[in-house]
């Protein structure tokens, strides 16, 4: 189980291929200068529930319960990071994140392993921020919102808090983070759940990384807790520091 997850936490590719025809690419930069922060926690959803929020031209991948996949909340804090060559002043962003099948040459990307492919149906954050607008901009669901991550080291561990707060509802997540922390080196693919355009942003990821924990989630109002019915205690968390990478976005009509 627990290579299960971290095969799928880590939507990790081998290869990926985009074909000249597509629209030129922006890139999105941070650096180890200036790393990043980053806290993730998930749930495992029915695969059916998970069609619902991918849309029909994604199969959600099964995860370590039979016939459930894996839903992730992600957020992370950067003191900066470069938009092309503009830079990006500090940002907090969350995400909502799910490991799909590998699609079947969509766009002419290919890539050499079972498991590289996830789906982000909701970016989340201060829509006119510069990173928010780079979202927008690709073809990406975004939703406005504040929000917020804390780290700090305790006795017991890494504390982490994240706050989503939306026009019409609010989530707050509390973890506490132990265990060895481990390199994560990746190179990652992401969709967009667009019907009318093809997004997607690719390249290589890493942090050191520690995946052991407890979490605490609480919600109100309208929110992917409240929609998916969501379990209170996720079942995954995995803390990460020193965060950066380098990705580059293209879309183009389906």
């Known amino acids: 189980m627990a290579r299960s997850v971290s095969v799928i936490l880590a939507v990790s590719l081998l290869f990926v291929g985009i074909r000249p025809g597509m629209a030129a690419a922006e890139s999105w930069v941070t650096t180890s200068k200036a790393p990043c922060k980053g806290l993730t926690v998930g749930w495992t959803p029915t695969l059916a529930a998970l069609r619902q929020v991918v849309g029909p031209r994604w199969q959600p991948a099964p995860g370590p319960v039979k016939d459930h996949g894996i839903l992730l909340l992600f957020a992370t804090s950067c003191p900066g990071s470069e938009i092309g060559k503009t830079a990006s002043g500090a940002f907090t962003l969350g995400a909502v994140i799910v490991p799909v099948e590998t699609p079947v040459d969509i766009h002419s990307i290919h890539q050499s392993n079972a498991h590289g492919w996830a789906v982000v149906p909701d970016v989340l954050g201060t829509t006119a921020g510069p990173v928010m607008q780079l979202f927008k901009r690709q073809g990406f669901a975004s939703t406005d919102a504040k929000v917020t991550l804390s780290v700090h080291s305790t006795a017991k561990g890494e504390q982490a808090r994240m706050r989503f707060v939306t026009p019409h509802g609010q989530m707050w997540i509390r973890a506490l983070v132990s265990g060895p922390a481990k390199r994560f080196d990746h190179v990652s693919a992401l969709a967009g759940t667009g019907q009318a355009v093809f997004?997607?942003?690719?390249?290589?990821?890493?942090?050191?990384?520690?995946?052991?924990?407890?979490?605490?989630?609480?919600?109100?109002?309208?929110?992917?807790?409240?929609?998916?019915?969501?379990?209170?205690?996720?079942?995954?968390?995995?803390?990460?520091?020193?965060?950066?990478?380098?990705?580059?976005?293209?879309?183009?009509?389906y």
């Open 199 to 253: 997004s997607v942003f690719t390249g290589p990821e890493s942090a050191s990384r520690q995946a052991q924990g407890t979490v605490e989630v609480s919600a109100r109002g309208d929110t992917w807790v409240s929609r998916l019915h969501l379990d209170s205690r996720p079942k995954i968390v995995t803390l990460d520091r020193d965060f950066v990478w380098a990705f580059n976005f293209s879309k183009q009509p």
